[in-house]
């Protein structure tokens, strides 16, 4: 059984006016020009929370085949929930929906990052993924709709893309998302920072490296802020010396992102 591994923060500037309150014991009178209230209160949106335990982290042009026909992509699912599920995707372009095999849980109950390998026609143009359901096999299977947005394509990156014979891809294995053999940590660093800086973190700092098929990190991008752009490069710099070993699909490299995750003391 495969084992699975597991946004840039906006400083908003405000300008504060000094007033002095001024007083009067007079009863303000309406005027021609103050307006009235509305009638109706606009109430503000709710938040729209997603059910699924699921999320798409990635997604990325691993390899173009070399007919000009097909295209391989990889797609990264995060699973944060403690059950196994079977997940249902979908790509604008590609006319099926796509099912997973069951992305185990981990028996710790940490987060999971699980990898699928899926040969796309060119002439689909995908451009970006979405969980839309799943059906998680729990105690009692229960299949739960999923509101996650899109994830989009990430940057083009030559050096993570393998060129293959597409020629070769047989029907059963085309829009088939085929697991892909982790990548492993063999060596990673702490985030080094000035004493107290770590008091300004707002969370942790999650960095998306991607790990080229023979395992050195091609790439690093912060995916989630610590809200404090020193840490932020701080995370970045020890991301991009972590040592990996290459991720394989059927035994054959292949490129994948993988997420580290920085917490800073105070």
């Not at 390998?117 to 143009?125: E, L, M, S």
Request: proline share 9%; hydrophobic share 45%; glycine share 10%.
């Amino acid at each position: 059984m495969n084992r699975f591994v597991r946004a840039t923060a906006l400083a908003a500037g405000v300008v504060m006016l000094s007033c002095m309150p001024v007083w009067s014991t007079a009863t303000p009178q309406p005027s021609a020009t103050t307006p009235r209230p509305s009638a109706a209160t606009p109430q503000p949106a709710k938040p729209v929370v997603d059910p699924c335990p699921v999320h798409a982290v990635e997604f990325s042009l691993a390899g173009q085949g070399s007919g000009g026909r097909i295209d391989r992509y990889v797609i990264g699912l995060l699973l944060t929930g403690k059950d196994p599920v079977t997940a249902s995707l979908r790509i604008p372009g590609v006319d099926q929906t796509l099912i997973t095999p069951v992305i185990g849980a981990d028996l710790m109950g940490r987060d999971m990052l699980a990898h699928y390998a899926i040969d796309i026609p060119r002439a689909a143009g995908a451009q970006s993924v979405r969980v839309v359901g799943i059906l998680l096999h729990g105690a009692t299977e229960r299949a739960v709709t999923c509101k996650s947005g899109q994830r989009l394509l990430s940057p083009d990156l030559p050096a993570a893309q393998v060129s293959f014979d597409d020629g070769l891809v047989q029907g059963s294995d085309l829009l088939y998302p085929r697991p892909v053999t982790e990548p492993r940590v063999m060596r990673s660093y702490k985030a080094v920072f000035p004493a107290g800086a770590g008091k300004r973190a707002q969370g942790p700092a999650v960095v998306n490296v991607t790990v080229g098929p023979e395992g050195a990190v091609l790439a690093t991008r912060i995916e989630s802020s610590s809200g404090d752009a020193e840490l932020d490069a701080a995370a970045l710099d020890a991301a991009k010396l972590t040592v990996f070993t290459g991720a394989l699909l059927a035994g054959v490299p292949i490129s994948v992102e993988y997420l580290i995750t920085y917490n800073f003391g105070g």
